[in-house]
C-alpha cells in the first residue's frame, strides 16, 4: 500500500466523481482508476459501489477513510514539523474565509512585515460557513476568519474585529443629510441584501428584527462589491459595515440610532492541531493590527 494511493483514495471519497477527482489531481481518468483498483486488490474488499458508471462510498469505504484521513493529516502535521526544525521553510499559512475583502488588508500587511512568507487562501462561498468548520477540525486549513461564529466544541475562536452597521443610502436620497437616523425612518425604503444563507445576511436579518421594520428587498446579492455597486446607482439601500479599508464616498453613511448594530468577526483555530510558527505568528498579528484598526 502506498501514500499516493491513499491521497488518490481521499480526493475519489470526497468527490465520489472518478472524472472530477482525475481533474483535480491532475492525472488521467484510467490511471486514477487503475491505482483505486489495486488499493482494493490490496485490502481484499471493494471501497465504492459501482452502478450505471456512478460510484458511491460503500460501508469498507467509510470505514477505510475515517483512519486514511487521520493518517494524511498526521503525516501532513508531521512534515510542517520537520520542516520548521530543519529550516527548509520561511513559513506557509493557510486560512480560510467568507470575507476575503476585509482580510485581504490584513494580508498585505503581513507580508509588508514578513516578505518571504507564503499564504494559501481557500475562499469559502459565504452560504457554505460549515465547510470552513470542516476545513479547520480536519486540519485542512490553519486559520479561519468570518463574520459567523462557528460554534464547534473543538474549535477555538476570538472575536478580532467589531465594525459598526450604517446605513448607506445613495445621493440624492430624501435622508441623505441626516446625521443619524433611527431604522424606523427607513422601514418603506427599497433594501439591498444579501441573498439567504450569507452571514451578513443573517446579521442584517437579526438588526431588524431588533428595530421591529421588516425590509422591503427589492434585490439580493452574493457579493459586497454589488450591493455598493447598486447603492451608488440609486437602486435602494442597505447596511454597511464602516471600516477604514471599506470607506467610500460614492454615497452617504449614516449612524444607525438603534443600538448594537456591529458586525463581529471572528478568527478559528482548531487547538488540536499542528500550527506552524507562521501561522502561529499570523494568528498574533490579525488580533493586534484590527485591534488597531478599531482604535
Known sequence: MELLQLKYFRTVARLEHMTRAAEQLHIAQPALSRTISRLEEDLGVPLFDRVNRQIRLNAFGKAFLSKVESALSLLEEGTKEVMELAGLERGTISIA??????????????????????????????????????????GHTDLGFGPVSLRSSCLRELSVLQSEVFLAVPCGHRLEKQNSITLGQAADAPFIEYKIG?????????????????RNIICEVDEPAALHS????????????????NEVSQYSLLPIKDSDNKHTFFLSWNETRYLSEAAREFQHFLIEYYADEQK
Open 97 to 138: 474565509t467568507n470575507t476575503l475583502n476585509c482580510l485581504s488588508p490584513a494580508v498585505a500587511a503581513f507580508r509588508e512585515r514578513f516578505p518571504d512568507v507564503s499564504f494559501r487562501i481557500n475562499q469559502i462561498a459565504p452560504a457554505e460557513t460549515y465547510s470552513m468548520g470542516e476545513l479547520l477540525e480536519q
Open 198 to 214: 450569507h452571514p451578513f445576511r443573517q446579521v442584517n436579518d437579526e438588526i431588524s428584527r431588533r428595530a421591529g421594520i421588516k
Open 230 to 245: 447598486l447603492v451608488q446607482t440609486g437602486l435602494g439601500v442597505a447596511f454597511v459595515p464602516k471600516c477604514k479599508w
